[in-house]
Structure formats: structure tokens, C-alpha cells
């Protein structure tokens, strides 16, 4: 199984950036293609970013590209996402992912980091 922990989520002003890093044990790491997913307040969980094993492939959904950043670092099982330009639309609770090589879906999720951007 795999275990993943989400950090680095506050409160920030528009415009400002932020950092967010994801923790990852129990299987290894490089296995994994990594994610990152977001959820605002009465809306759908929605695809932010993506990162192969390999680290040599990302994927952005268009609402963020060009402003976030996702990279991983294999040798400390971290996957991070740097957030540039913030906007109040941003705001919403952060959930990193995981999936094995084989899989279709992501099948391992952490508990979700909060990000705040206010006006």
C-alpha cells in the first residue's frame, strides 16, 4: 500500500506563491505517476497536475499552466507543486495521488492540505 502526506497549505494573498510537498512510503516511489487534484467548497474534485515516474513528463490542466510547477524528487519520495500568481479561484483543499505504472486511475490519496487566497 501506499501511504501519502500532503503539506504546506495557508493562507495567502492573490498574487502570492506557495509550495506544496507530498510525502510518500510504502512501495517505491519511482513506481509511482504522481498527481495533484483540487476541491473547492461545493464544487467536483477537479485535475491540477501530473508527473510520470520518470519525472521527464507533466501534464497541466489549463487553469494553471503556466502559474504551477509540479516536479518530484525520487530520491526523498517527495512530489511537490510550486504555485505561482495565486488567484481567489485557486482557493481550495489540495490532494496529492498516486498510481502504479499499471494503473488507469489513481488509486491512493492523501488527506488534503488547505489553500486559502484571498483578495
Known amino acids: 500500500q501506499v501511504q501519502l502526506v500532503e503539506s504546506g497549505g495557508r493562507l495567502v494573498q492573490a498574487g502570492g506563491s506557495l509550495r506544496l510537498s507530498c510525502a510518500a512510503s510504502?512501495?517505491?516511489?519511482?513506481?509511482?505517476?504522481m498527481g495533484w487534484f483540487r476541491q473547492a467548497p461545493g464544487k467536483e474534485r477537479e485535475f491540477v497536475a501530473s508527473?510520470?515516474?520518470?519525472?521527464?513528463?507533466?501534464t497541466y490542466a489549463e487553469s494553471v499552466k503556466g502559474r504551477f510547477t509540479i516536479s518530484r524528487d525520487n530520491a526523498k519520495n517527495t512530489v511537490s507543486l510550486q504555485m505561482n500568481s495565486l488567484k481567489p479561484e485557486d482557493t481550495a483543499v489540495y490532494y496529492c495521488?498516486?498510481?502504479?505504472?499499471?494503473?488507469?486511475?489513481?488509486?491512493?490519496w492523501g488527506q488534503g492540505t488547505q489553500v486559502t487566497v484571498s483578495s
Open positions: 495521488a498516486a498510481r502504479l505504472f499499471s494503473s488507469v486511475v489513481y488509486d491512493y
Open positions: 510504502g512501495r517505491t516511489f519511482s513506481m509511482l505517476h
Open positions: 508527473i510520470l515516474g520518470s519525472g521527464l513528463s507533466t
